[in-house]
């Protein structure tokens, strides 16, 4: 069965190995600690958990959901939402980034772990759209967008803009 967890101590060595696999820099989808040791893990989680409260923020960022999508006891996808949107985030990567390993991709991880997101998504959000970013050469990511009610906003050269209704 499928589910949502906030990133959390209790579940550290999983979460500690799944980031560390996630690529730098994948579909847009960035990850800061990837490769990062396990001494070091530590403190990328208490900042994922303290960043989702709005503590200890690095500059210009804003309070952030770290969510690992759960397939029995292994982690499959992490999910983040972003509570609100900034000057950047509006033309940028907007509220809710996701990945899903390779290894689970087609399967329709992404499609549910979007709707699972979406409906924490809408409690946090206080705009009236969810914003999504997509780029252009990932079609898989724009279904899984447009399979949970979301539209193609507008475009530019590389990426689509996808708003969901909240």
């Known amino acids: ?39 070091n893990f530590d403190e990328a ?33 992490q999910f983040r939402i972003r509570h609100y949107l900034c000057e ?11 990945f899903i390993s390779a290894e689970y991709r ?3 991880y992404g499609t549910e772990g979007l709707r699972l997101t979406l409906q924490e998504a809408r409690s946090i959000i206080p705009e009236d759209e969810i914003y999504l970013r997509v780029n252009k050469d990932n079609p898989a990511s724009l279904q899984v967008m447009l399979h949970n009610g979301g539209y193609i906003h507008h475009e530019d050269e590389n990426k689509y803009y996808v708003r969901i209704q909240k």
């Open 45 to 77: 989680l208490n900042s994922m958990i303290a960043w989702s409260k709005g503590e200890k923020l690095p500059e210009g960022y804003v309070p952030e959901t770290f969510l690992f999508l759960w397939e029995g006891d292994q982690i499959v996808g």
């Open 106 to 108: 087609g399967r329709g």
């Open 88 to 98: 950047s985030l509006v033309e940028g990567a907007g509220h809710i980034g996701y």
């Open 1 to 39: 069965m499928l589910q949502l967890k906030s990133a959390n101590l209790e579940d550290i060595e999983k979460e500690y190995l799944f980031v560390k696999s996630i690529p730098v820099d994948e579909n847009g989808f960035t990850n800061d600690w990837h490769g990062i040791s396990r001494e």
